[in-house]
């Protein structure tokens, strides 16, 4: 029986035995060892401590989706820069091509003044019965612009649905693939498809005025309409709608055009618009003897003429698409500082109802041990 008793003293004091790995004791140090060992201590918990958890979880839910609108903004920014920057291009391009354009008008104007009536027997100055129109429209690639194309599908739509009560047949030739997912999604009578990009060139333009051509020349259709968006600022864009073909002698010889120019003044980007004088005609004496006769001369001219103005609305829809880009990209970028702020001023009325949850709860244990 003794024996038993021992043994169970000997086990319970081996459970107590001092070990590096189950229990260690340290003769605390005096004075201000002590109270830098306390420090030393609380700094480091202190820098290792995570944020505070309140409210279920959700101050820290804040905190990230602050962090997240903050780089939303930062995207938005830049995209803003970038279309701006391809507005200038567009600027430039509108620029490269009015010589160009200047010194057509010039010389159609000339000879019409030189042919006279017999202007009047050219088939693409010809008007005729309008028994099938053909709507050529202009929308964008890309989405994230406002409504530029969304103010463009409407007016088409519009104006097919009016020529069709009016018992006018109508197709139409879709430059862009917003256009054209909608209007083959509903079934519209499409006759081509082009994709417009971010970079107009002649030889797109080209294609695009071929195909406009041989509509009207074989008798396919009786005239052609164009839609798109005129460039009026950085911050309005209008919807337009022209008569394509056929031609009007006195239109392209008279009107003047615009052109213009993205500037940037304190830190604001604006757009300056000049409008341009109509070139004048060119004169032709009398006793000059052309190689051709004037009239085929002209024929050579108006396909030049269209692929011309297929180009400049092409840029001028493009710049209008960027332009709306710029201010969408703006919109969202203020809208994303005021979500920031109403997030930071939630995160810190969060934070600060938990100090003072943890203040009340160590005032409380406080008065609960005196």
Excluded: W
Aim: with cysteine.
């Amino acid at each position: 029986m003794k024996f038993l008793v021992l043994a169970g003293l000997f086990a319970t004091a081996s459970a107590f035995t001092t070990s590096p790995a189950s229990f260690t004791t340290q003769s605390p140090a005096v004075g201000d060892r002590a109270l830098g060992n306390v420090f030393t201590e609380s700094t480091t918990s202190h820098r290792t401590r995570r944020a505070t958890i309140v409210m279920d979880g959700k101050a820290n839910a804040i905190r990230d989706r602050i962090d997240t609108v903050k780089n939303t903004k930062k995207i938005t920014m830049a995209m803003k820069l970038v279309a701006a920057a391809k507005v200038r291009r567009a600027q430039d391009a509108v620029l490269a091509t009015r010589p160009f354009s200047e010194t057509l008008q010039s010389v159609f104007g000339g000879l019409i003044s030189r042919i006279g009536s017999d202007a009047a027997d050219l088939p693409l100055l010809t008007q005729r019965e309008v028994k099938k129109v053909s709507l050529c429209v202009i929308t964008g690639d890309r989405g994230l612009c406002g409504g530029y194309n969304s103010f463009m599908i409407k007016k088409a739509e519009a104006r097919f649905n009016e020529l069709k009560a009016a018992g006018v047949d109508v197709d139409m030739v879709l430059i862009g693939k917003k256009g054209i997912s909608y209007f083959e999604r509903r079934g519209f009578p499409v006759r081509k498809t082009f994709e417009t990009g971010q970079n107009p060139n002649s030889k797109q333009a080209l294609a695009i005025s071929e195909e406009l051509l041989n509509t009207y020349l074989s008798g396919e259709s009786d005239a052609i309409e164009l839609f798109y968006t005129k460039f009026v600022s950085l911050i309005s864009s209008a919807p337009s709608v022209r008569t394509l073909v056929p031609f009007s002698a006195s239109e392209i010889s008279q009107k003047g055009d615009e052109v213009f120019e993205l500037t940037s003044e304190n830190g604001k980007f604006e757009v300056e618009r000049t409008e341009l004088d109509a070139a004048a005609p060119q004169e032709f004496p009398n006793d000059m003897i052309f190689e051709q006769d004037p009239v085929q001369i002209i024929n050579s001219i108006l396909p030049l003429y269209l692929n011309g103005q297929i180009l400049r609305t092409l840029q001028e829809s493009v710049a209008s698409e960027l332009a709306a880009r710029m201010q969408s990209m703006q919109s969202a970028s203020d809208n994303a500082g005021e979500l920031v702020k109403t997030l930071s001023m939630e995160y810190n009325r969060a934070r600060q109802a938990a100090v003072t949850q943890e203040l009340s709860e160590i005032v409380a244990g406080a008065m609960a041990l005196e």
